[in-house]
Each structure stands twice: as C-alpha cells, then as structure tokens.
T-cell receptor
Framework: DGGITQSPKYLFRKEGQNVTLSCEQN?????MYWYRQDPGQGLRLIYY???????QKGDIAEGYSVSREKKESFPLTVTSAQKNPTAFYLCASSGRTGSFAYQPQHFGDGTRLSIL | GENVEQHPSTLSVQEGDSAVIKCTYS??????FPWYKQELGKGPQLIIDIRSNVGEKKDQRIAVTLNKTAKHFSLHITETQPEDSAVYFCAASRGSNFGNEKLTFGTGTRLTIIP
C-alpha cells in the first residue's frame, strides 16, 4: 500500500540528547513536511522540502534540523537546543502536477516524543 | 502571514443531527482550503477540500462552503454518526504551480456525537 510511514511511534529523550524521527513515503511525492502538534493547538510547520537536497524553514524551526538526501525520506532531528520538545510530530507529503493545481497533503500517523 | 481562526473548539450533537464548524482566514491571497479529520493517536486525514473558484462542494454527508468576500469557510456534516466523533481541522494556503505549499491550520474542533 502507498503511504507515509513514521517511526518510532513513541520516543523518549533524555535531557541534552539529540533524537531523530524517521519519515518515509512511497507515494512518489516531491514535497515533504514536518509539523508539530501540541494539545489544544493546530499543526505548526517546522520544515518543508519541495525537492531533494533542498528544504526551507517553517514557522518554528529553531532547535530542529532536517535533511533530504532521498526523495522518499525526510528525517527530522530534534536537537538539545529545542527546550520544549515534548509534542506529537507529524510528517506529510504532497504531489506535484505540471499545471496550476492543488495537491493535498497526506499525513503519517505521527511520533510522540517525551522527555525523561 | 496567514492566520486561521476556528470555532467552536468543542461541539456535541445528537446522532442524526447536523454539525457545523466555521473558520476565518486573514490572507486574501489564500485560495485552497482543506479540511482534515484526526482520530485519537492518528495523523490527520483529508476529508474534503475547496478551491477559491467555487462556493460550495459536497461529498455525501459532508459539504464545505466558502465566502471569499467575508474570508470564511465552513464544514457541514449532516446525519451525524458515532464514527464522525473526532477532531476536525481547517486549513488555508496559497496555491501555486507547484501545488499548495504552506498550510496554515486552525486550532481544531473536537466533535462528539451523542448516541
């Protein structure tokens, strides 16, 4: 089945550690996104990538880093500089057409990160 | 940047009744408006979307209306069923030749269907 796979589902981090969240898609989508979701808030954009080897900061990029070495993969690293990393992290992807069109973003089932 | 406000934050309706969730947006250049349903522990799932060149779109029991002049759009669910219970998010973005890019989300509505 085509889709977006996020792993692990639950992740625990010690103070001062970096952790990396995995996101893989087999939808052949060009664009990939990372969002953070906190209770009672909407999704906030951390980073996004429209093409391999290129990515842009979203609204809350501080304390996070990404890479896009392969079309199907967009890992997110939560660094020790992120002071409040406990949240639900969602990865999404969207396709691309040659005409002026609207391609929905499809989401994975998220990774819940907690601090020990 | 874009700002999307969503109301109400919680909504309870009797099974079989209709539910309406409303969103307003601030960027007049926004032209794509999706709605997502999120169940507990899952990622959001797209349920319907609308472009700015139409005023209404329906898909079975779900409909979305858009008022560009007032900059608001609404989700309507008719004949509600227990499986409609979830958190619903609206979003807005500017479309482009690439496709919709930065989505700005509302803060969500927790819909509970009372049997």
């Amino acid at each position: 089945d085509g889709g977006i796979t996020q792993s692990p589902k639950y992740l625990f981090r010690k103070e001062g550690q970096n952790v990396t969240l995995s996101c893989e898609q087999n939808l052949n989508h060009d664009a990939m996104y990372w969002y953070r979701q906190d209770p009672g808030q909407g999704l906030r954009l951390i980073y996004y990538s429209q093409i391999v080897n290129d990515f842009q900061k979203g609204d809350i990029a501080e304390g996070y880093s990404v890479s896009r070495e392969k079309k199907e993969s967009f890992p997110l690293t939560v660094t020790s500089a992120q002071k409040n990393p406990t949240a639900f992290y969602l990865c999404a992807s969207s396709g691309r057409t040659g005409s002026f069109a609207y391609q929905p973003q499809h989401f994975g089932d998220g990774t819940r990160l907690s601090i020990l | 940047g874009e700002n999307v406000e969503q109301h109400p934050s919680t909504l309870s309706v009797q099974e079989g009744d209709s539910a309406v969730i409303k969103c307003t947006y601030s960027d007049s250049a926004s032209n794509y408006f999706p709605w997502y349903k999120q169940e507990l522990g899952k990622g959001p799932q797209l349920i319907i979307d609308i472009r700015s060149n139409v005023g209404e779109k329906k898909d079975q029991r779900i409909a979305v209306t858009l008022n560009k002049t007032a900059k608001h759009f609404s989700l309507h669910i008719t004949e509600t069923q227990p499986e409609d219970s979830a958190v619903y998010f609206c979003a807005a973005s500017r479309g482009s030749n690439f496709g919709n890019e930065k989505l700005t989300f509302g803060t969500g509505t927790r819909l509970t269907i009372i049997p």
